[in-house]
């Protein structure tokens, strides 16, 4: 987050990053690294990676690193500048409470649809509040096809193991939902997509992207966010904004 300033390009940052797994003794990227500035957020497996660092944009960096064969998998979004715009600051207050409502339901036998149900209703009680979307939170979300999925088109989470979508089931053979195991590892990722050319929402709201993204390992007693270190709240991105990034490399 210190080092990807204006100037600078997505590669450049990518490459930092990195050195950063190599130097720490992971070997290769779980999965090849998304380092998207403004609106290449919105492409959800953006890995061009090659634009220039523009300021007053956000960047959203999802990486991992394999380490001793595991994969990895953490999506953070910050302001090239340090400091999120009101608009911004919106967009990725919804996220973040999107993801903490997904946790809130996290413990052993949850099934996956109940953590992307609880996701999807905050999102979407966002997008209402901000006037992007009309009518209630039930009826976004028991419609199909829904409105808000134009906003948030991917699922809450995935297995995570030795592959980063790791080869478990989402469904038993007897056809139910499969719940969560202690000692399995899944990942919680909402995220908002206000692409540069939807015109039926506010300018200053287009072109943002961001997306969380926590690791999470279930538990005998509940779980344990495996990426809780990486800033998260905002006052903590922007400090980590204002790191030298020296420190680390
Ligand atoms: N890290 C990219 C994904 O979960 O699809
Ligand atoms: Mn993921």
């Given at each position: ?20 797994f190599k130097n720490s003794g992971a070997l290769s990227s779980a999965y ?37 064969y595991y994969a990895s998998d953490i999506t953070r979004t910050f302001p ?121 929402i506010p300018e200053k709201y287009r072109g943002i992207g961001v997306r ?38």
């Amino acid at each position: 987050m210190g080092f990807a300033k204006a100037g600078r390009h997505e590669y450049q940052v990518q490459g930092v990053m990195e050195y950063i797994f190599k130097n720490s003794g992971a070997l290769s990227s779980a999965y090849n690294s998304i380092v998207a500035s403004g609106d290449n957020a919105n492409t959800l497996h953006y890995v061009e990676n090659n634009k220039l660092l523009k300021d007053g944009d956000l960047l959203l960096i999802d990486a991992g690193c394999e380490y001793q064969y595991y994969a990895s998998d953490i999506t953070r979004t910050f302001p090239i500048n340090g400091k999120f715009s009101g608009a911004q600051k919106e967009i990725y207050e919804i996220v973040l409470k999107a993801q903490k409502s997904a946790f809130s339901v996290i413990k052993i036998a949850a099934k996956p649809s109940e953590i992307h149900k609880a996701a999807c209703q905050e999102i979407i009680k966002g997008l209402i509040d901000l006037k992007f979307l009309n009518g209630s939170i039930d009826e976004h979300f028991n419609k199909t096809p829904s409105e808000f999925r134009d906003y948030y088109p991917h699922g809450t989470g995935h297995w995570l193991g030795l592959d980063v979508h790791d080869d478990n089931t989402y469904y038993q053979e007897d056809g139910t939902e499969m719940g969560l195991i202690a000692g399995s590892v899944f990942t919680v990722e909402p995220g908002i997509y206000l692409d540069h050319f939807r015109h039926n929402i506010p300018e200053k709201y287009r072109g943002i992207g961001v997306r969380i993204e926590d690791d999470i390992h279930i538990t005998e007693t509940g779980f344990e966010n495996l990426s809780i270190d990486a800033p998260k709240e905002i006052l903590e991105v922007e400090a980590a904004c204002a790191i030298n990034y020296n420190d680390f490399i």
